[in-house]
């Protein structure tokens, strides 16, 4: 059974940095491509940034790139978010999940993939 713990979110003010963490346990981590979702209350869950399995590949939403860095580490099972010049529209709920080949058009089917963790929750105060 895959098991995921996302973690590093918080509250913070406009302009200032968080990384966020996704550990994931119970498969073959470094076989998969992986990405950051979020979701927002009332609004639907957007795809933020995706990663190749062996870090070729990244991609990002129009609304994080210059400011979200993304990146993982496989001999930890873990992959981060790096997020810069924090902006009140990126308060969500974020998520990790597997994906399938990192690219743009993938990482926008947010409703094809299992998001097995509880989220870490951003909140950014103007």
């Known amino acids: 059974q895959v098991q995921v713990v996302e973690s590093g979110g918080g509250l913070v003010h406009a302009g200032e940095s968080l990384t966020l963490s996704c550990i994931v346990k119970g498969m073959a981590f470094d076989d998969y491509a992986m990405g950051w979702f979020r979701q927002a209350p009332g609004k639907k869950r957007e795809g933020v940034s995706c990663?190749?399995?062996?870090?070729?590949?990244?991609e990002y939403a129009d609304s994080v790139q210059g400011r979200f860095t993304i990146s993982r580490d496989n001999s930890k099972d873990t992959m981060y978010l790096q997020m810069n010049d924090l902006k009140p529209e990126d308060t969500a709920t974020y998520y990790c999940?597997?994906?399938?080949?990192?690219?743009?058009?993938?990482?926008?089917?947010?409703?094809?993939?299992?998001?097995w963790g509880q989220g870490t929750q951003v909140t950014v105060s103007a």
């Open positions: 999940a597997s994906t399938f080949p990192c690219s743009r058009s993938n990482l926008a089917r947010t409703e094809e993939y299992n998001y």
């Open positions: 990663i190749s399995a062996m870090s070729v590949t990244r």
